[in-house]
């Protein structure tokens, strides 16, 4: 499974890279393939 996170046209607050990184490494753990937008911050 491939799962892709992406942010409205603003963007996701600088505070927030912490958090979207513990979520890609849960959701790898769990087998799901992860991809981030570049432009996500």
Do not use: F, Y
Not at 9 to 31: A, C, F, P, T, Y
Request: aromatic letters at 2%; a negative charge; glycine letters at 8%.
């Amino acid at each position: 499974m491939k799962v892709g996170i992406v942010a409205c046209s603003n963007g996701q607050r600088k505070e927030w890279k912490e958090q979207n990184e513990q979520l890609v490494d849960v959701l790898n753990i769990m087998g799901i393939e992860t991809v981030l937008s570049p432009h996500i911050m």
